[in-house]
């Protein structure tokens, strides 16, 4: 079973605090990492934390706000000079980096006017809008030539038709974003593992191959009809001499992870997020016993969705209406300490404060999802079981 994890490695809002830096979660799958974010510090956050930068193959970013990618060109920088390749091995691929209009240009500005050379090459594909500029990145143009460790990525036009990007299917996952309202054009991303293999009832079809042992040795030539299972399991179905056939097992869907940058509406990608099994979602702003008792909640939502953000009810009914299994609140403003507590343990104001937080999404994402419901805090980490 191919092991997922979400490690956040910064869970703060605009500004950052002690206890929290700026957005970056890296997800861990298959050996790879891909980076979701690359707030200001998130190198010295990888350097932190158990994880690998030279294992990062891929950034994508959600919205051009500083909080979100201003770590990105010294991450790039320190992520392919300390893990060069080798000589004598073959080029690794471009790190790959998928981001909104904008982002491209302001890289390789960033990286030419630094004077910056990269261990490896990059490419930035670019998910556009109709009415967003097109980068040519033309060789030629002398207001606008690449960056020298650049390769000219592509420029993905949002589909119309679902209000989606088709952003990239590998072997295993195909990953689409979508635009979400946010005080600048923002993205979510939704990641969906392609259908695996049913499991196959091993205690039920063992008699069936020991009593077709011999005949399939003698019409098919099978000497160990166990291995036959493995056809069963990829998909085919298998056809015993005496007439039994054993069915492949259905395909199950594949796990859904549900990623989205800061917003206070993100309804438009919905219908592609619907029963993820993982949604990260902002709760920037929340009403709690840090603020006066006059605030009411809706002057505080009001507040929040003024300036593109979301309060941990918004989240906690946004998931509920995608039927999400588990929902991780992330992006808190500077308020709320990301600590343990310190000497007052869990009743130190941090963690007080993050449960009363929690609480409130656990009554729009409902009472009988109370133990799925999570607030980040940097370097905690998520596991995406197989369900
Ligand atoms: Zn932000
Ligand atoms: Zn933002």
Redesign the pocket.
């Known amino acids: 079973m191919t092991t997922i994890n979400l490690t956040f490695l910064g869970t703060s809002s605009a500004q950052p605090s002690a206890t929290r830096n700026h957005q970056c979660i890296a997800l861990r799958l298959d050996g790879d990492i891909w980076l979701f974010d690359a707030g200001e510090a998130s190198q010295h956050q990888l350097q932190r934390s158990q994880l690998r930068m030279g294992k990062i193959e891929k950034v994508f970013v959600t919205?051009m706000?500083g909080?979100?990618c201003f770590g990105l060109p010294p991450l790039l920088c320190t992520m392919t000079n300390s893990n060069p390749s080798a000589s004598n091995e073959a080029p690794k691929p471009p790190i790959e980096i998928f981001g909104p209009s904008t982002l491209r240009r302001w890289l390789r500005s960033t990286l030419k006017l630094t004077r910056s050379t990269l261990g490896r090459q990059y490419t930035v594909h670019e998910l556009l809008l109709p009415t967003d500029p097109i980068d040519s990145g033309d060789p030629t143009d002398p207001d606008n030539p690449l960056h020298h460790n650049e390769i000219l990525g592509r420029n993905i036009l949002i589909d119309t038709a679902n209000n989606a990007w088709s952003v990239l299917t590998t072997d295993k996952w195909s990953v689409i974003a979508a635009p979400i309202v946010?005080?600048?054009p923002?993205l979510g991303y939704v990641l969906t593992e392609h259908p695996i293999p049913g499991k196959i009832d091993i205690v039920t079809i063992q008699p069936l191959l020991a009593r077709n042992k011999d005949a399939l040795l003698r019409e098919q030539g099978v000497k160990n009809p166990m291995a036959l299972l493995r056809t069963v399991q990829s998909g085919k179905d298998l056809h015993l001499p005496d007439g039994t056939v054993v069915l492949a097992p259905k395909p199950r869907p594949g796990r859904r992870i549900v990623i989205l940058?800061?917003t206070s509406d993100p309804s438009l990608i919905a219908p592609h997020a619907r029963d993820a099994d993982l949604v990260v979602h902002e709760a920037t702003n929340a009403k709690t016993f840090l603020d006066p008792p006059e605030l009411t909640y809706e002057e505080a939502e009001r507040n929040a969705i003024s300036h593109?953000h979301s309060t941990p009810q918004m989240a906690g009914r946004w998931a509920r209406g995608v039927n999400a299994r588990r929902l991780v609140l992330t992006h808190f403003s500077a308020r709320y300490k990301g600590d343990d507590g310190g000497e007052e343990g869990a009743q130190g104001e941090g963690p007080r404060v993050m449960e009363e937080i929690r609480r409130l999404a656990v009554e729009t994402f409902g009472e009988e999802r109370d133990g799925e419901v999570f607030c980040a805090r940097d370097f905690w980490s998520v596991d995406v079981p197989r369900t």
């Open positions: 919205h706000h909080d979100h946010h005080s600048i923002s940058g800061d593109g």
